[in-house]
């Protein structure tokens, strides 16, 4: 017995000091100590769980081994930092481990360093090399009691990827430039040949080289964005920031969401692109590229040449140059840049044309100064022969600082938007032919003008004086609301559109003959038309029995005249002659939307990922309406006809003529007498009250994606097992768990469940009864291009639409009253 209690007491004893040597020698989860090393095919991870730091092979048939950081929770484990990229181990004998008190090193099976993080100073004792969850490896003190004290860290010397709060620039004390350099190919992590860095010259901007050849600028930071780069925008994903001091200037940026997970990277082919992972899809979805065409190639045009992608050729002359070697101009290879037509001679006269809308020139021989204004700006530039042009260099609140330019200009380009405004010095002869000119055109547009308006006048006058004559008691109504004017009173000249021949337009649509005609809506007919030179075209007439007017006729033109989207349709022009008012557009093969997923047939061809592609391009294009166009606009009439599909399926939302435009220091909100849209797509507030917004589009939005999931009309929909709508019976299954059975049977197995529930679960969000519930636009496209938490959706407006909030209809050919608290409004079924 007694053996017994003392063999138990010492296996207990043995049992406890080793779990006490184990203790002591344990890895910690996300730090390598003084004392310890890692091993290949050990790892540590960073405390939230981001990132893991280990040995990898960057293919599965690869011998080659390299330290590496990776995304811990991304199932293929992307990598975002490499120590060894140009020193491979060639087996799985790598050791990671603190050497010198000072340095981390990584060593080979013969105990050689392959690479080293060549830590600067004495060594200092008591080192730990420790994984942050940001990605960054750092080497620092472990009692250190600044935990950003670091010897050494990753983020300074970052590889292909940018990652958030990494710093993108130069240290100006140090001269230490954190820039990212490509793989040499997706399997093959050494420096390749491309690089994005920060160059501090002038003013300082980033250059995208081909070894020593540059490929791409960013342009100078403009207080804004990079002026080189229009699509970099306030966003739902990220923020960014631009610092310029006297001791570093560099770029940063950090997530808005922390579920959120989003990289840059500089891929092998040279492109700058931004990344979001989409968890349900385990794929990275492109984000943004900040290369977004052939003009974006840097000094495609040479000196003083300014690209414009919407010409052929795309390269041009600045207004006072010509093409240096005619040969060259010719065929189209504008290396040589363009030269003055008159030279520069420093004597009086000589001035500033002003550019507007355009990249800056490359600022590497620039001069600036972050206090001047743009009118002392100019005199200093006048006053030094040598200066060829000057622009602010902070374009928020009103503009400010001076950037001055010396020598050849060289690649400029124009933007649709988000351009800046450049001076550019030009001889005093061609300064004065250029003002005489546009002082012609002026005056062209001035006199014209006026005499149209007066002889309108005159004629308006006539007019009211005959009908005063006839009817001699009748009172003139003075519209109230600009919604309610239909009245003819507009001018062709207010238009600001290409206007058409109405022979043109007839000869196209062989005289409106039916065999042309597309369709009919609410404004009128639609008749294809092939011009002259071959271009197809879609020609909507206003028809005389038209519920739409004048007023929705000019105001479909001011809407969508301003506005350039690849979702929104393109207006060419319109035609106006005696009482024909017609808009022109470009031709869209494939109809509209409801062709599609409303016919038994048609339907099945579109299948899931067209079906989310057209979603996403809805989403983009109604952000660019509500949120980055000049005009804010709320549309009023988004539904599956309105949606038009080009040769490729692309959406492109169309018909403005019930939208409403708002400056950018108006609310985008309003209401109205006239409710005006089509029932089934319009949201409560909207329908009862005339109250519009952002959100009534959002709405919208959400009923013509419950629309496109299940193939059935909102308005028509009926179920055998009760009254509900589609909204209705879209929430109920999601209370019951059953969204797969909203699915349109066509499409089942094309499918991607994950996308489509979802897609659903945002469009509940979308049609919830209060506008304050709805996300707006920003926010849906974030929702639906990344996998972001979703709160639960609240029940839908109009979830009843045989009981909706016990209001009495009467419905007619062309309208439904809608009648309640003796209130009647109405609104047009549609086109």
């Known amino acids: 017995m007694m053996k017994f209690i003392l063999r138990s007491i010492l296996l207990l004893f043995v049992s406890r000091a080793c779990l006490i040597f184990v203790a002591s020698t344990a890895l910690p989860v996300d730090m390598i100590l003084q004392t310890q090393s890692i091993r290949d095919g050990e790892t540590i991870v960073s405390s939230g769980g981001n990132f893991e730091l280990g040995f990898f092979s960057p293919a599965s048939n690869s011998p080659k081994r390299y330290l590496g950081i990776w995304y811990k929770e991304i199932s293929n484990g992307t990598v975002v930092w490499v120590a060894n990229r140009d020193s491979p181990l060639f087996d799985s004998s790598g050791v990671v481990k603190i050497v010198d008190q000072r340095t981390l090193v990584v060593l080979n099976g013969d105990?050689?360093?392959?690479?080293?993080?060549?830590?600067?100073?004495?060594?200092?004792?008591?080192?730990?090399?420790?994984?942050?969850?940001?990605?960054?490896?750092?080497?620092?003190?472990?009692?250190?009691?600044?935990?950003?004290?670091?010897?050494?860290?990753?983020?300074?010397?970052?590889?292909?990827?940018?990652?958030?709060?990494?710093?993108?620039?130069?240290?100006?004390?140090?001269?230490?430039?954190?820039?990212?350099?490509?793989?040499?190919?997706?399997?093959?992590?050494?420096?390749?040949?491309?690089?994005?860095?920060?160059?501090?010259?002038?003013?300082?901007?980033?250059?995208?080289?081909?070894?020593?050849e540059i490929q791409f600028r960013s342009g100078p930071w403009n207080g804004l964005r990079f002026s080189g780069m229009p699509n970099l925008k306030p966003n739902p994903i990220y923020e960014f920031q631009f610092v310029f001091t006297d001791q570093e200037v560099y770029y940063t940026y950090n997530l808005t969401d922390s579920s959120v997970v989003s990289r840059m990277v500089?891929?092998?082919?040279?492109?700058?692109?931004?990344?979001?992972?989409?968890?349900?899809?385990?794929?990275?979805?492109?984000?943004?590229?900040?290369?977004?065409?052939?003009?974006?190639?840097?000094?495609?045009?040479?000196?003083?040449?300014?690209?414009?992608?919407?010409?052929?050729?795309?390269?041009?002359?600045?207004?006072?140059?010509?093409?240096?070697?005619?040969?060259?101009?010719a065929i189209s290879d504008w290396s040589g840049g363009c030269t003055r037509k008159k030279p520069l001679d420093c004597r009086e006269g000589e001035g500033f044309l002003k550019y507007s809308g355009i990249k800056v020139p490359d600022t590497q021989n620039s001069w600036y100064n972050k206090t001047m204004n743009l009118k002392e700006c100019s005199k200093v530039c006048l006053k030094n022969c040598s200066c060829t042009a000057y622009a602010n260099m902070d374009i928020r609140n009103g503009s400010s600082g001076c950037v001055l330019w010396f020598g050849d200009l060289i690649d400029i380009r124009y933007y649709s938007e988000n351009g800046q405004d450049v001076y550019i010095r030009l001889a005093a002869s061609e300064l004065e032919a250029y003002r005489s000119s546009k002082?012609?055109?002026?005056?062209?547009?001035?006199?014209?003008?006026?005499?149209c308006a007066g002889v309108l006048a005159l004629c308006f006058i006539f007019f009211?004086?005959?009908?005063?004559?006839?009817?001699?008691?009748?009172?003139?109504?003075?519209?109230?609301?600009?919604?309610?004017?239909?009245?003819?009173?507009?001018?062709?000249?207010?238009?600001?559109?290409?206007?058409?021949?109405?022979?043109t337009i007839m000869a196209a649509t062989n005289n409106f003959s039916s065999e042309s005609k597309l369709g009919q809506g609410g404004f009128g007919p639609v008749y294809k038309g092939i011009l002259t030179d071959g271009q197809e075209i879609a020609v909507k007439r206003l028809s005389?029995?038209?519920?739409?007017?004048?007023?929705?006729?000019?105001?479909?033109?001011?809407?969508?005249?301003?506005?350039?989207?690849?979702?929104?349709?393109?207006?060419?022009?319109c035609c106006i002659h005696e009482a024909e008012r017609m808009l022109i557009y470009e031709y869209m093969p494939n109809k509209s939307l409801d062709f599609f997923i409303f016919d038994q047939r048609r339907r099945a061809t579109l299948e899931w990922p067209k079906r989310f592609w057209i979603i996403n391009g809805i989403a983009r294009g109604l952000l660019y309406l509500h949120q980055d166009s000049r005009l804010r606009i709320i549309h009023r009439d988004l539904k599956a006809s309105n949606i038009l599909l080009d040769r490729d399926m692309n959406p492109k939302i169309s018909d403005?003529?019930?939208?409403?435009?708002?400056?950018?220091?108006?609310?985008?909100?309003?209401?109205?007498?006239?409710?005006?849209?089509?029932?089934?797509?319009?949201?409560p507030e909207y329908a009862i009250d005339g109250l519009f917004s952002v959100k009534s589009d959002v709405f919208s939005f959400g009923v013509l994606v419950l629309e496109i999931v299940s193939g059935k009309r909102n308005r028509k929909f009926s179920h055998p097992d009760h009254k509900m709508n589609l909204l209705g019976h879209a929430w109920r299954l999601s209370m019951d768990m059953k969204l797969h059975e909203l699915i349109d049977e066509s499409i089942r197995e094309s499918c991607n469940e994950a996308e489509m529930l979802r897609s659903v679960h945002v469009a509940l969000l979308c049609v919830q009864q209060s506008p304050d519930d709805r996300p707006n636009m920003s926010k849906v496209v974030l929702m639906l291009s990344s996998d972001i938490s979703l709160p639960q959706p609240k029940e839908p407006g109009f979830f009843n639409e045989r009981d909706l909030l016990d209001m009495e209809y009467s419905t007619s050919k062309n309208n439904i009253s809608i009648s309640t608290n003796g209130i009647t409004v109405t609104a047009l079924e549609g086109r």
């Open 464 to 503: 009211i004086l005959k009908m005063r004559s006839k009817q001699p008691m009748k009172e003139a109504i003075t519209p109230q609301n600009p919604e309610e004017d239909d009245t003819d009173g507009s001018e062709k000249t207010d238009l600001e559109l290409p206007l058409f021949d109405v022979g």
């Open 544 to 573: 005389k029995r038209s519920r739409q007017g004048l007023g929705e006729f000019k105001n479909e033109v001011l809407c969508i005249s301003k506005l350039q989207h690849r979702n929104l349709v393109k207006l060419l022009g």
């Open 266 to 329: 500089l891929n092998t082919n040279g492109e700058l692109q931004r990344f979001t992972w989409i968890s349900h899809t385990q794929g990275w979805n492109l984000y943004l590229t900040a290369q977004t065409d052939n003009c974006d190639r840097y000094n495609l045009c040479g000196p003083h040449g300014i690209c414009d992608i919407n010409n052929s050729p795309a390269c041009g002359c600045l207004k006072g140059f010509v093409p240096k070697f005619v040969q060259y101009w």
């Open 656 to 683: 403005f003529g019930m939208a409403r435009s708002f400056r950018g220091d108006e609310s985008t909100e309003g209401n109205t007498n006239r409710v005006v849209g089509t029932y089934g797509y319009m949201s």
């Open 111 to 212: 105990d050689q360093a392959v690479w080293s993080s060549n830590s600067s100073g004495p060594g200092l004792g008591n080192l730990i090399a420790q994984l942050l969850d940001s990605g960054n490896l750092v080497l620092r003190q472990k009692n250190d009691s600044d935990p950003e004290n670091y010897l050494w860290q990753s983020f300074d010397y970052p590889g292909d990827t940018f990652l958030p709060g990494m710093k993108y620039g130069i240290d100006l004390v140090t001269g230490m430039n954190r820039y990212l350099t490509s793989w040499k190919s997706p399997n093959d992590p050494s420096t390749g040949e491309y690089t994005n860095r920060m160059d501090s010259n002038g003013v300082p901007q980033l250059y995208m080289r081909k070894d020593s």
């Open 439 to 451: 002082g012609k055109k002026r005056m062209k547009l001035i006199v014209i003008p006026v005499m």
